[in-house]
């Protein structure tokens, strides 16, 4: 069973369970609550010694906040998607423009007045229209002025430079609240011709330090950089011209189970099972293969963006200096362009829906719950759809149609019994998986009184 699968989701019905009701400072209970997904890879590096204090203060300050969620930190920068109760009703919204400082093409900050006039450029080289400058604005004024104290204390920590994407639930889509040092903040497990033996994805594994040799080929590249060297950003309404260009090779730098929920039209599914097989992916099948022979350019996405940094800067060390390709990829990932397409449905080139690391499964337009994939298999978690469920191979907690042959006997007696404790948690009315940390929660009231 491929370890870079993504952790199992609760019961669906424990989405409710899970579901904590706040007061406000009127005594008035809120349940809108906030998702902030944020990434930023620093220059210089954050020193080992200082990523503990890091990590207390903000898993002190996420709890002030009841966030649950997950926060990666390496010394390469920071990773995470958090869930917390807002009262400012915020649309989803991607907050990605391109910093002004001329010595940093990578960064990226929210929008602020010092930073309106900075210039955004289409993949064609031209600049933005009014128009979407003037929607820029707009987001500024919502970003400045909500009062996110959790956010502020994150944009102070790095510098009012993180990429950060907003958007609003009805309940909380975590089940706990996991920060943790890592030696990556998203894995590719690639530094020169080392192999670090350490974390998947973003499903949360334990870092480890050992590190493994790797054959070299042909075309090699350096350490994985992102501060370096990126491909160019493209926004999602620009998207759809490098998708119908004869010119650009499309690849999903998805692992198979995301791009079995969804992709975009005309792209190139690598089937991988892992992010860590990337690099060798693009080595041999796209710059070994001469896939790129006749192509000017190559785009890549992902889910939220952070990928792309590091697909892209790999991409762009073993392209050979002789060769003219440009290298692009989506600005925000999949979730900006769903929302950018939300009222334009008939003009968006994305078929299915967008998998997403919590217990949504999938999302689609709007950042809507998708209708279609709503549970994961507790065994092998891969996403599975309604006409899965239905299927005689199908099991709760138990096996599904990918994992029914392959699980051996003590998975499955272990899977057993993990399923009778969950089910006996909910009769009690009580969560399976759960904070132990988190104060002040009455689970069978299902209230939260921030003191």
Known sequence: ?????????????????????????????????????????????????????????????????????????????????????????????TIIVDSDKD??????????????????????GSDYDDEKKEHNSEQSTDIVDDNDELLSFLQKKFDHSLRIRISVVDQSIFSRLKIRIKSEIVTMKKEGNKCRNSNNDTDGNDAGSDYTTIATTA?????????????????PREWNKLLLDPETVVVDTRNEYEIDVGTFQNSINPHTQSFVEFPDWIRANIIGNGEDDGKKKIAMF?????????????????????????????????????????????????KGD?????????????????????????????PLSCDDLKRDDYVQGLSCKYCFDQ?????????????????????????????????????????????
């Open 103 to 124: 010595d940093d093409k990578t960064a990226t900050t929210t929008i602020t007045k010092k930073e309106n006039d900075a210039k955004n450029v289409n993949y064609d």
């Open 407 to 451: 699980l051996s006997k003590k998975q499955q007696e272990r899977f057993t019994q993990r399923q009778k404790q969950m089910e006996l948690a909910l009769k009690s009315g009580k969560q399976h998986i759960h904070d132990s940390k988190e104060q002040n929660i009455d689970h069978n009231k299902k209230t939260c009184i921030r003191r």
């Open 354 to 382: 967008c998998y997403v690391f919590d217990q949504r499964v999938a999302v689609t337009y709007g950042n809507k719950p998708s209708t279609i994939f709503r549970e994961k298999c507790h065994a092998c978690r891969h």
């Open 302 to 350: 992902c889910t939220g963006g952070i990928r792309c940094e590091k697909a892209t800067n790999v991409c762009l060390q073993l392209i050979p200096k002789t060769k003219n390709v440009s290298v692009y990829h989506l600005e925000g990932g999949i979730l900006a362009y769903l929302d950018e397409f939300a009222e334009k449905r008939d003009e968006s080139l994305f």
């Open 1 to 93: 069973m491929p370890s870079s699968w993504p952790q199992p989701a609760v019961l669906t019905n424990l989405l409710t369970s899970s579901s904590i009701t706040h007061k406000d400072d009127d005594g008035k209970e809120s349940n809108k609550y906030r998702v902030l997904a944020l990434y930023k890879f620093v220059s210089p590096i954050i020193p080992m010694s200082s990523l503990p204090d890091l990590k207390s203060e903000l898993d002190r300050l996420c709890r002030q906040h009841s966030a649950r969620g997950t926060i990666l930190l390496a010394e390469e920068g920071i990773n995470g998607t958090i869930c917390y109760p807002f009262k400012n009703k915020s649309k989803s919204k």
């Open 219 to 235: 075309h090699t590249c350096g350490p994985c950089c992102p501060t370096k060297e990126v491909g160019e950003y493209v926004s």
